[in-house]
């Protein structure tokens, strides 16, 4: 059982950084120090070989379904923050759930991420359990992205039927933390720290982490980023992880990036990951441009959305009869001929899936729409 003294021993790992490093965050620190353009070809040429080495040539293919953009924390980067008053927001029914996942299931996923605000009145565990009920005997790969629970609830959420969890820290810099996350339970910066040892706790298989670059430095929040996952794949050695470097996109609210991180330091962090973690997962999300994305693909990136929408009701138009503003907590009905909910965030890359998978095959990789089928588990229970 994971308690308070794990987390606190996390958190002090990482409060350290940089001036204590383990090993392996030695490893780590020297690879994102400047490099030269012959540094950085000499890393991208052994973050392929160890991915060719690893994982074959598979990209497992993903998209994110989002369920609510209510919300009732107050985070200055992100589209459904509360005090984005004008926006439209809405929250699917599980019947309009079902038919967004089914019409990703006739594009070919089998891989669907449930996303949603963190607001308690709109999405409880209940709705989620719900949604993943009436999803589970359709979709063999279902993963959460939502507000941090407690482990039992996790647990709850395993039984229901997610495998995956996915918990962006956002910024490792706690200075930055907070003066991003003014309202909402969202500004307790060691609970969601921790978020991902009561994830095992509960049961999830696939745990993800990652970086939202543009709002610290890019070096330490990649040193940062490092560490939890050293420490986690230390202690939560049954669970497979996985890490993302998504970047700030333009969203509601207007804000605008506070530190660079060009597209040459997002090749190196992904690169130095790649050498130093070689069994674990890289994920590239559409945030980033097309042309950009078909460059990445070979060097260390393991799993790719595609065709995505951030916005609930984004790929058939559910909940649009249900649009409306939320001001201080209270419902306004929204004004004039809106047809669509705010987006979390806009997406750079807008091909199709099949476009996708067809630049991917050009590339000599192999998406993969199903790795996974919740039988394997029943059949092994059977035969034990």
Partial sequence: MFRAPMSQELLASLDALPQ???ALMQRLHALLEPTGPAGLEAMAREAQRLTRQNFGRTMRMFAPLYLSNECVNNCSYCGFSR???AILRVTLSVEQVVAEARHLQAQGFRHILLVAGEHPRFVSSGYLQECLQALRAEVPTLALE???????????MVEAGAEGLVVYQETYDREVYAQMHTAGPKKDYDWRVACPLRAYEGGFRRIGLGVLFGLSDWRLE???LGAHLEYLQKHCWKAHFTVAFPRLRPAAGGF???????DWALVQVLCAFRIVFPQVGVVLSTREPAALRDRLAPLGVTSMSAGSHTEPGGYTGAGAEDLHQTVRGKRVEAQGAATRAEGQFNIADERSPAEVAQVLSALGLDPVWKDWDPAILSGGEAAA
Wanted: proline fraction near 11%.
């Fill in 20 to 22: 204590r490093q383990s």
């Fill in 83 to 85: 005090d984005n008053h």
């Fill in 146 to 156: 939502v507000g941090p629970m407690e482990a039992n609830e996790y647990a709850q």
């Fill in 222 to 224: 990649a040193l940062r």
């Fill in 256 to 262: 605008a990036p506070t530190h660079g991180f060009p």
